[in-house]
C-alpha cells in the first residue's frame, strides 16, 4: 500500500496495522507514529540519518515526521514487516496535539521518568528475546483483520502494553549505561587518586557531558564526585597511617593532595580526628 493511501487511512481513522514486504522504500515521512516489528529478512533501515542493520525479532517506535527508509542488503530475499500505524489521539483524544513521542511519556499515563534518559526510545531499535512483542504484534494485527466488536479497545490495550515494553527496554538499557560510566569512573578515581584529577577529565573518555556524568554519579553514588574523591582519599590516608611512619607531609602528597595544610584540614572534616590522633588511636586498638 501506498504512503499516501496509509496517511490517508491513518489521519482518518486514527490507527492502521498492516503487514509490508516492501524492502526497498525511499526515505520519508509520515504524520503519525509507527510501530515496527520484523517478521523476516535482513536490511539496512535509514532513521534521521542514522543507519541500522536490522533483523527478524528487531522492533522499533519512528517519532512523528522522522524521516526514515529501508535498503536491501545482496543477501535480501524475503522481508516482512508487521507495521502498527497511530495517531496519538488513538492513545487518548487528550494527546491529540501532541507532537513526539517524548510528550507523551512526559505527560500522559506511562510515568517512566523520560527525561532521565540520555536519549530518545524513539532513535533505538530493540530485539524481542521472548517473543512477547511478536505476540502483540500478531494479536493486533488479526483484531484489525477481522474487526469484531471491541477491536479498537482490544488493540489499544495491546498498543499500550508494547510501548511500556519498548520503554522499559529503554530504561534497562539506560541503567546498565549509568552503571558502566559509575563504574568506570571508581575505577578510574582508584587508579589516579594520586594525581590532581577533575570529573571534566573523566568526560573525555565517556561519550557524556559533563553535566550528566555529574548527575549520574551523584545519583548512583549518593555523594557527588569531589566528595566521593575525597572519601577514597582519606580512606588511603588511613591507610597509610596505619601502616607506615611516614609523615603528614609525606602521605598528604602520596593521596592527592599537594597542600599539606588542606590535607589536614579534609581529614579532620570527614573523620573529626586529626591524621596524628588518627594515627595514635590505630596503634592503640
Known amino acids: 500500500m501506498h504512503l499516501n493511501e496509509c496517511t490517508k487511512i491513518v489521519t482518518e481513522n486514527s490507527f492502521m496495522i498492516d503487514v509490508s514486504n516492501n524492502y526497498m522504500s525511499k526515505t520519508h515521512s509520515h504524520p503519525f507514529f509507527e510501530l515496527v516489528y520484523v517478521v523476516k529478512g535482513t536490511v539496512i533501515h535509514t532513521l ?74 524513539t532513535q ?20 484489525y483483520n477481522h474487526k469484531r466488536k471491541g477491536y479498537e479497545d482490544i488493540i489499544r490495550y495491546f498498543l499500550m502494553t508494547a510501548i511500556i515494553y519498548l520503554v522499559r527496554n529503554e530504561a534497562a538499557q539506560e541503567d ?17 587518586y594520586n594525581k590532581p584529577i577533575c570529573l571534566s577529565d573523566i568526560c573525555q573518555n565517556v561519550d557524556l557531558s559533563l553535566s550528566n556524568i555529574s548527575k549520574i554519579f551523584t545519583r548512583k553514588a549518593g555523594m557527588n564526585f569531589r566528595d566521593y574523591l575525597q572519601k577514597v582519599r582519606i580512606e588511603k590516608a588511613c591507610q597509610l597511617l596505619e601502616i607506615t611512619n611516614k609523615n603528614i607531609s609525606e602521605i598528604s602528597e602520596l593521596v592527592g593532595y599537594s597542600d599539606p595544610a588542606f590535607f589536614y584540614r579534609a581529614f579532620k572534616n570527614v573523620l573529626g580526628l586529626t591524621p596524628l590522633e588518627y594515627r595514635r588511636h590505630s596503634k592503640n586498638k
Open 124 to 143: 533505538n531499535v530493540y530485539h524481542d528475546v521472548n517473543n512477547r512483542m511478536y505476540y502483540l504484534a500478531k494479536e493486533m494485527l488479526n483484531e
Open 176 to 192: 546498565s549505561k549509568v552503571d558502566d560510566v559509575t563504574r568506570y569512573i571508581k575505577e578510574y578515581v582508584a587508579g589516579n
Open 48 to 121: 534521521d540519518n542514522k543507519t541500522m542493520i536490522i533483523k527478524p525479532g528487531d522492533y522499533f517506535l519512528i517519532n512523528l515526521n522522522s524521516f526514515h527508509g529501508y535498503t536491501a542488503l545482496p543477501a535480501t530475499t524475503d522481508f516482512e514487516i508487521i507495521n502498527c500505524m497511530f495517531m496519538p489521539s488513538f492513545i487518548d483524544p487528550i494527546l491529540s496535539s501532541t507532537k513526539t513521542f517524548e510528550e507523551i511519556l512526559n505527560n500522559y499515563l506511562i510515568k517512566f521518568g523520560y527525561t532521565k534518559y540520555g536519549r530518545a526510545p
